[in-house]
């Protein structure tokens, strides 16, 4: 495994992190599969030097921290992970158990914690912007997160250039701790955080965690555009991979990946995940699988160094996508 300083902090993470949004209890997305099943996959990505787990407190609606944080408190040392969570996703019917007001995220937090069964957490994430509370009393709730020693770095997922620049401003202009990572939709059929975020988070030294670096699963081929086929439960009953790609470019990009995967020997998974890694700013993409030996293969991408001629031949099919993962600001909406 190799390893990477997380943006301009000096907190080191593995250059791949895993996504643990697959493990949970079934109510929540049937595809994501139990306690039990989970341990291999945690003493698997611990066995080849990962130390950088992301998750949610809206996967499973908890259960997937409460299995993250026990097969990591039974198999790792604290001191030698890096544990990332997320809030702002609805864990309850009440208008207060969701979205970014200080009186959520505090106590969010509190739960996460003891689903993890964690007295800290290394890297805590708005997940997603929220239009309805004043990004200042945001801010400010997370600072006090760590002033406290609850949280040690702070992380921001998908949103528009201009919010997340707005954030960071608003933060360095009250002394508040700054957002050090971002962890937005980026793979090679969705490259459209390369026009403003990546140059604005490379600028300000913020680290890049893609999601979804691989398509989920569209490189690996078992995709399709009719529902309920597929050669995973999560192929056949994930509806986003269908909203989000299958246009002509994007086959385009898919063919261009499976040629140097031919030419290479190995997976056009590997390939799509070796191109990320190789990507500018970005210090670790999430990886999340429902199979063991899916994740032995991503485990290995690191070792897959392309060539400028490789990385240009997967370049040069893309086109132009609509913004695809988080919700665009509406100027129509906003006066």
């Known amino acids: 495994m190799e390893y990477a300083k997380l943006g301009n902090t000096g907190m080191t993470v593995s250059r791949i992190c895993m996504g643990c949004m697959s ?19 945690f003493a698997l990505a611990l066995e080849s030097g990962i130390t ?24 790792a040392s604290r001191d030698d992970i890096v544990l990332a969570t997320k809030v702002n ?71 528009a250039a201009w919010q997340f620049s707005k954030a960071l401003y608003a933060a360095k202009e009250h002394g508040w701790h700054r957002f050090v990572s971002m962890q937005n939709h980026y793979n090679l059929i969705y490259r459209e955080e390369e026009r ?15 999601w979804s670096p691989l398509a989920r699963g569209y490189f690996a081929g078992n995709r399709t555009k009719i ?27 898919a063919a261009a990946v499976q040629k140097v995967a031919r030419e290479r020997g190995v997976s056009p998974t590997q390939i799509a ?11 670790a993409p999430i990886i999340g699988a429902t ?22 031949a ?5 086109r132009p996508h609509p913004i695809l993962g988080h919700q665009q600001p509406d100027p129509k909406r906003m006066v």
């Open 52 to 75: 950088f787990f992301d998750t949610a407190d809206v996967y499973s609606i908890g259960a997937s921290e409460e299995i993250t944080g026990k097969w990591l408190g039974e198999m």
């Open 89 to 159: 996703g609805p864990m309850g019917d009440g208008p207060n158990r969701r979205g970014l007001s200080r009186k959520h995220i505090i106590e969010a937090c509190e739960y996460s914690l003891r689903r993890l069964k964690m007295d800290y957490i290394d890297l805590y994430q708005i997940h997603r912007w929220d239009f309805s509370t004043p990004i200042e009393e945001t801010l400010e709730a997370l600072d006090s997160l760590v002033r406290t020693g609850k949280v040690r770095y702070l992380g921001a997922s998908s949103m």
């Open 196 to 210: 403003e975020m990546n140059p604005l988070c490379i600028d300000q030294g913020v680290a890049l965690i893609p």
């Open 314 to 318: 997967m370049e040069e099919p893309y």
């Open 23 to 41: 493990y949970g209890d079934g109510k929540w997305r049937e595809w994501t599969i139990g306690e039990d099943e989970a341990r291999e996959h």
């Open 227 to 253: 529902e309920g086929e597929g050669p995973t439960k999560r192929a056949q009953t994930d509806p986003m991979t269908r909203r989000m790609y299958f246009n002509d470019s994007d086959e385009e990009v």
């Open 273 to 283: 995940c070796a191109w990320v890694l190789q990507s500018p700013g970005v210090a």
């Open 291 to 312: 199979k063991a030996h899916h994740l032995k293969e991503i485990f290995e991408t690191v070792d897959i160094k392309l060539s400028p001629e490789e990385v240009a």
